[in-house]
């Protein structure tokens, strides 16, 4: 996770789904939460994007209204491109500008054909959505911003179809991380529960539990992927690079590791099965658990080891522990195991990866706002603790 000014980021030399599919024609969007440095080289026109619309990183990582404890960050900003064009912006009204911005990348004039990625800052905390969909909501303000969401995919999905161009666009939904869980959060002074649930699983957002790790992903392209098809092979998000620029007849670099793989077979074929072999749960660099296509092996859980076998497969709330009764398997998951600490390395043996590509980092990194008691947002947002 990276933070307001700080001097980490992707550095240049990565090369993204956006940069491989406009070297194949494409024109790219990006929308939305980015989280992977907001120091100028760090940012999606610098990774492959012609252009960018939102916030740099979460949402919560701008001044509070009435959470003294949020000063240390700056006022959020709103960028396009590179620029901040806004300071502390009305989140309640942010879903429906990202969604007329899509509009607007989509009915773009052009021949090319267009990858967008919309990245909403919902369901993250703090919660700031607008009355009309809190009306509709029965769960409080993580229902309306669920709503919300609901709202612009239809948007975007009618629009679509009114441009013909629904029978020849691929549409990717899914998350980054399960559900927080039910909390009371410290934003605004509200004492309010909030979040989703993760059951069946175990565990929520922050955890190598399943409720932390595992999330729903639809795919929907008319003609090629079945409808209603229901998929339980393990796939992850980073399997969406080598897919789709295959799909799209992009070149994926051949000078370094992509570690996601073509999913194609899965996503055209009932049958078919995921190349992956293995899954690993990482929290920050420490490797907490593996799993194979039956069983999730666990190793610790910060800095406790825990001995924990679950068949994941037959018991996906990971509640009965096996670990005894298959020594076999425990030893075939910890010898996998051994070779990702070698590879991607593991702060909890001590592992150094050794085909693990440096972070980019900047000298004297900037924030890219300043508190400005002057400035007008001091007065208009910090005191409407309903706006963000």
């Given at each position: 996770?990276?933070?307001?000014?700080?001097?980490?980021g992707?550095?240049?030399?990565?090369?993204?789904?956006?940069?491989v599919?406009?070297?194949?024609?494409?024109?790219?969007?990006?929308?939305g939460?980015?989280?992977?440095?907001?120091?100028?080289g760090?940012?999606?026109?610098?990774?492959?994007f012609?252009?960018?619309?939102?916030?740099?990183?979460?949402?919560?990582?701008?001044?509070?209204a009435?959470?003294?404890?949020?000063a240390?960050?700056?006022?959020?900003?709103?960028?396009?491109?590179?620029?901040?064009?806004?300071?502390?912006?009305?989140?309640?009204l942010?879903?429906?500008r990202?969604?007329?911005?899509?509009?607007?990348?989509?009915?773009?004039?052009?021949?090319?054909?267009?990858f967008?990625?919309l990245a909403?800052?919902?369901?993250?905390?703090?919660?700031?959505?607008?009355?009309?969909?809190?009306d509709k909501?029965?769960?409080?303000?993580?229902?309306?911003?669920?709503?919300?969401?609901?709202?612009?995919?239809?948007?975007i999905?009618?629009?679509?179809?009114?441009?013909?161009?629904?029978?020849?666009?691929?549409?990717?939904?899914?998350?980054?991380?399960?559900?927080?869980?039910?909390?009371?959060?410290?934003?605004?002074?509200?004492?309010?529960?909030?979040?989703?649930?993760?059951?069946?699983?175990?565990?929520?957002?922050?955890?190598?539990?399943?409720?932390?790790?595992?999330?729903p992903?639809?795919?929907?392209?008319?003609?090629?992927?079945?409808?209603?098809?229901?998929?339980d092979?393990?796939?992850?998000?980073?399997?969406?690079?080598?897919?789709?620029?295959?799909?799209?007849?992009?070149?994926?670099?051949?000078?370094?590791?992509?570690?996601?793989?073509?999913?194609?077979?899965?996503?055209?074929d009932?049958?078919?099965?995921?190349?992956?072999?293995?899954?690993?749960y990482?929290?920050?660099?420490?490797?907490?658990?593996?799993?194979?296509?039956?069983?999730?092996?666990?190793?610790?859980?910060?800095?406790?080891?825990?001995?924990?076998?679950?068949?994941?497969?037959?018991?996906?709330?990971?509640?009965t522990?096996?670990?005894?009764?298959?020594?076999?398997?425990?030893?075939?998951?910890?010898?996998?195991?051994?070779?990702?600490?070698?590879?991607?390395?593991?702060?909890?043996?001590?592992?150094?990866?050794?085909?693990v590509?440096p972070?980019?980092?900047v000298?004297?990194?900037?924030?890219?706002?300043?508190?400005?008691?002057?400035?007008?947002?001091?007065?208009?947002?910090y005191?409407?603790?309903?706006?963000?």
């Open positions: 996770m990276l933070f307001p000014g700080q001097g980490l992707l550095p240049p030399s990565e090369i993204s789904i956006a940069k599919l406009s070297d194949a024609g494409y024109r790219t969007q990006m929308i939460k980015w989280h992977c440095g907001d120091q100028p760090f940012l999606p026109t610098n990774h492959g012609d252009n960018y619309f939102g916030l740099p990183y979460s949402n919560d990582m701008g001044r509070q009435n959470t003294p404890d949020w240390v960050y700056p006022p959020l900003p709103l960028l396009s491109d590179e620029k901040v064009i806004e300071q502390q912006p009305d989140q309640s942010l879903t429906e990202y969604v007329q911005e899509a509009i607007n990348f989509i009915r773009a004039d052009s021949p090319k054909p267009f967008l990625y909403h800052m919902y369901v993250h905390l703090p919660i700031y959505v607008k009355q009309e969909f809190l909501s029965g769960n409080g303000s993580y229902g309306a911003a669920v709503e919300s969401i609901d709202w612009a995919t239809s948007v999905m009618d629009e679509l179809q009114s441009l013909g161009l629904d029978e020849n666009t691929i549409v990717i939904f899914t998350s980054d991380n399960g559900s927080l869980g039910n909390v009371i959060p410290p934003f605004g002074g509200r004492q309010e529960l909030i979040g989703g649930s993760n059951l069946p699983l175990r565990g929520a957002k922050g955890t190598t539990w399943e409720g932390g790790q595992r999330v992903a639809m795919v929907r392209w008319k003609g090629k992927v079945e409808a209603g098809r229901v998929c092979e393990l796939l992850t998000a980073m399997d969406f690079y080598p897919t789709l620029a295959n799909i799209c007849g992009a070149q994926i670099p051949q000078d370094r590791i992509i570690d996601g793989l073509d999913a194609r077979a899965v996503w055209f009932a049958q078919a099965q995921s190349q992956h072999e293995h899954f690993v990482y929290r920050a660099n420490g490797l907490e658990a593996i799993r194979n296509r039956q069983y999730k092996l666990h190793f610790g859980k910060g800095k406790e080891n825990v001995y924990e076998l679950y068949d994941i497969v037959g018991d996906v709330s990971e509640s522990n096996v670990y005894d009764q298959f020594p076999a398997v425990v030893a075939s998951l910890t010898a996998a195991a051994n070779h990702y600490r070698q590879t991607l390395g593991d702060d909890r043996t001590g592992s150094v990866g050794t085909q590509r972070i980019g980092r000298e004297n990194p900037q924030p890219l706002t300043r508190f400005d008691i002057n400035h007008p947002y001091a007065i208009a947002e005191d409407l603790s309903d706006r963000g």
